[in-house]
């Protein structure tokens, strides 16, 4: 998408990040993994922490003003895995995310004729599972380093 690209090429990421996010909601909220994009993608900007954006006004933007937890997720997720932040509010959130997740497609689950098959319901907290024990072997993995 265009409009992810110019803003990722633009120093302004990093010398006004109000108007990124004022700028990028719409994206985010029409076309939400285009949108991320501007956030998580490394290679537009070749960036190091020292000069993107923030995570954690990424993270307090994302959780506040889009309130899409599945958008959270995929920020925490990259945080995580690809850019290896160790501080522990991420990890915590990250499980939370994944425990809200469970939650909810538990009591989904224990709801009779939600529209949802019980196989999909089932394959969807399998993989939430799985993802929940590679966060917490990673999490482990960082402490000890």
Not at 61 to 71: A, D, H, M, Q, S
Not at 129 to 135: D, H, I, N, S, T
């Amino acid at each position: 998408m265009r409009v992810v690209n110019v803003y990722e090429k633009s120093q302004i990421v990093l010398s006004f990040p109000d108007l990124i996010f004022d700028y990028s909601e719409w994206i985010l909220r029409e076309h939400p993994d285009e949108g991320l994009e501007i956030f998580i993608d490394d290679s537009a900007l070749e960036l190091d922490e020292s000069t993107a954006l923030p995570r954690e006004l990424v993270l307090e933007y994302l959780e506040t003003k889009i309130g899409n937890p599945e958008l959270v997720m995929g920020y925490l997720d990259h945080c995580i895995f690809a850019w290896k932040e160790s501080r522990a509010r991420f990890h915590d959130a990250l499980i939370n995310k994944y425990r809200e997740k469970i939650r909810s497609l538990m009591a989904e689950y224990q709801l009779e004729g939600s529209g949802r098959s019980a196989m999909q319901r089932d394959n969807t907290i399998e993989i939430l599972e799985e993802e929940v024990v590679r966060m917490v072997n990673l999490s482990l993995n960082l402490s000890n380093q």
